[in-house]
């Protein structure tokens, strides 16, 4: 009986692979084809785990299978008003997955553009289903096979299918943002054997992660996207698959984007309670205090304050006292990034780690928190700060130190044992010690101190420290002060935005103020961050121009860890790696995100554990009291 069995499907599915076969065999029958299919093909089973609601990069999914919705939505939020949001400089495109297209306006994804499947802010890294139903993978991780919804949907009403994730994938990989070419370019091959299913492959890779990231990617249209003119800079209105469209644009100006009534997802679990206004206003705002005297006003309904002085000395006006606005100061979820003065390491005078430590010695933080910042904040120690990831106060385990044992020199040996910290000054702007440690170092570089200017074979240790705004101006300008202190000059420099990001992308700088927001699960933006590979590809955020084999090393450990243990372990380790090369003099950091909003406005009373990472993102689950 089963010998007969097998001839009809060998038969039946001469003329294809045998991974198209068994794809078709799964996607009518059921897992349980997979032994039928075995001996009629005669391949080893890779013994695939069934079809899941769900995928954690870590564990089980916190969420069971009959989830209703996300713990931080209320699925009772009323539904219909208009929401005004304010964003900080100018947009010049409306395609924000490809870097030369320009300056892409906020707010498209995920209300525009939504991906596979909905990541949860209430848990380190899982993903649930939203235009992917469903997600397959072995216990490997050597492949990510998706089940689409049927009922998935454009915002025309036309169906998503297997082909526009194969188009997307395919347009992403050559002309995508480099953290997706990057991730991309690892899947070895793709394949749709129908048109609710499609599969990546990667086997033998080692990366955990992946599967995750492929369920992150947006799914674009293939009859509406311009895939020849997709780096170009267009005012085009793109076609979605989310909750709203775009029906107004100004460019450089404003963006109206209107509810979908057509959305098709808005009773999945991972949408309920979400996307709450009837239309959401971009307003766009070339000063910072423009953009505060429009949210004092009430032309905008909502801000994310990021200036400690106005923090405490600017929010009392007419509209706070009479209580059309409040002010909220929530919990940060989850590790704090890092920020800091970044030194381009492929400028020949910023090689030198001893060079980088000592002017990192410069900065003082102490003076500084206290005089411009109000003491609202935290000076960053690791690039983990505040969670279990981070190396800070931490002896390194015997898992660590085998991790680095190939990589001798790579840590430090205070790093080793978790006990460097940044330099703390007396906090009064003249404190000496700091500064006679940093000479001291410099010296042993080759450097000394000749008429007031500090010169190594009589060539004068000066670079320029490029801003984009006043605030950055501000603390660029503290700290070059405090370097002319032992000689060095560094000269600040304010240009636009469009200079800006064309000379970050392109390396073009010596010194600039950055910031890496740190993921509650460390992944792949590791890679594009720290990576060998990606110092000498432009745009990526590689800016200090890292190569390194130990940090290379400690990235691939991170994304093959099975276990919660060991991904923490790899982590720690690369968090002292990195703090171990002085590539970053750090910054600091808030354990509170700062809020004012129109009391009109109403939130769930759960946050996300992790936070939101950005201002639409914040307000996806608010919705207004009286629509």
């Known amino acids: 009986m089963q010998s007969e069995a097998i001839r009809r499907l060998q038969d039946r599915f001469c003329n294809l692979s045998w991974r198209q076969a068994l794809l078709r065999l799964r996607g009518a029958l059921g897992a349980s084809v997979t032994a039928l299919a075995t001996a009629a093909f005669g391949i080893a089973s890779s013994a695939p785990a069934p079809p899941s609601y769900a995928i954690a990069m870590h564990g089980d999914p916190a969420l069971p299978p009959d989830y209703k919705n996300f713990p931080y939505t209320d699925p009772a939020a009323k539904k219909g008003g208009k929401l005004t949001l304010g964003y900080l400089g100018t947009f010049d495109s409306l395609n924000p997955f490809n870097i030369k297209s320009g300056s892409a306006a906020q707010g498209l994804v995920p209300a525009v553009f939504q991906t596979l499947m909905a990541r949860s802010m209430d848990e380190p890294f899982t993903m649930y289903g939203l235009i992917a139903k469903s997600i397959e993978t072995d216990d490997a991780r050597d492949y990510a096979l998706f089940h689409l919804d049927p009922a998935a949907r454009f915002a025309d009403g036309s169906p998503i299918t297997a082909a526009d994730v194969l188009f997307t994938f395919d347009l992403l990989k050559t002309k995508g943002r480099p953290q997706q070419r990057s991730a991309y ?50 005012f085009d209105i793109p076609l979605g698959s989310g909750p709203y469209r775009i029906v107004a644009v100004e460019p450089g100006q ?52 990021t200036d400690p002085a106005r923090w405490t000395t600017g929010y009392d006006f007419p509209a706070l006292r009479d209580h059309r606005v409040a002010t909220d100061s929530l919990p940060i979820g989850g590790p704090k990034g890092m920020d800091g003065f970044v030194f381009n390491t492929r400028r020949d005078f910023f090689k030198d780690v001893r060079v980088r430590e000592a002017l990192g010695m410069m900065f003082d933080f102490e003076w500084v928190n206290a005089n411009l910042f109000d003491g609202l904040y935290t000076r960053s120690k690791s690039f983990f700060d505040d969670s279990i990831f981070t190396s800070a106060g931490r002896p390194a385990s015997f898992a660590e130190r085998a991790l680095l044992k190939p990589f001798p020199g790579a840590v430090r040996p205070d790093f080793l044992e978790g006990l460097w910290h940044p330099p703390q000054t007396d906090g009064s702007g003249r404190d000496r010690l700091w500064p006679l440690r940093a000479l001291t170092l410099l010296g042993s570089a080759g450097y000394h101190v000749t008429n007031d200017r500090l ?49 970050r992308q392109n390396f073009d700088f010596d010194m600039m103020i950055g910031s890496w927001l740190a993921s509650a699960s460390p992944g792949s933006e590791e890679r594009t961050r720290w990576g060998s590979a990606a110092a000498d590809e432009p745009a990526s955020f590689n800016l200090a121009g890292v190569k390194s084999p130990a940090v290379d ?75």
């Open 185 to 234: 370019t690892l899947v070895k091959s793709v394949e749709t054997p129908d048109a609710e299913t499609i599969r990546f492959d990667f086997p033998g890779l080692g990366d955990r992660e992946l599967p995750l990231i492929l369920a992150l990617m947006p799914v674009l249209s293939r009859k509406a996207t311009d895939a020849v003119d997709f780096e170009s800079a267009s």
């Open 254 to 305: 404003k963006l109206v984007l209107a509810r979908n009534r057509r959305y098709w997802a808005k009773d999945l679990p991972s949408q309920r309670g979400l996307f709450n206004f009837d239309t959401i206003e971009f307003d766009y705002f070339r000063d910072p205090n423009s953009l505060f005297e429009a949210f004092r006003a009430g032309l905008i309904d909502f801000r994310i304050e």
């Open 455 to 503: 010169v190594r074979d009589g060539r004068p240790l000066s670079f320029e420290i490029m801003v984009e705004d006043r605030m950055q101006e501000r603390l660029a300008l503290d700290y070059a002060d405090s370097l002319a202190r032992i000689g060095v000059e560094a000269r600040v420099r304010l240009v636009d935005e469009v200079q800006f990001q064309r000379r």
């Open 553 to 627: 090393a400690m990235i691939e450990a991170l994304l093959a860890a099975k276990s919660e243990d060991d991904f923490v372990t790899a982590v720690r380790a690369l968090d002292r790696v990195l703090l171990s090369g002085f590539y970053i003099v750090p910054l600091y950091y808030s354990r509170n995100q700062w809020i004012a909003a129109s009391t009109t406005l109403a939130r769930p009373m759960k946050l996300p554990a992790y936070g939101f990472p950005t201002l639409d993102d914040t307000l996806d689950s608010w919705w207004r009291k009286k629509p």
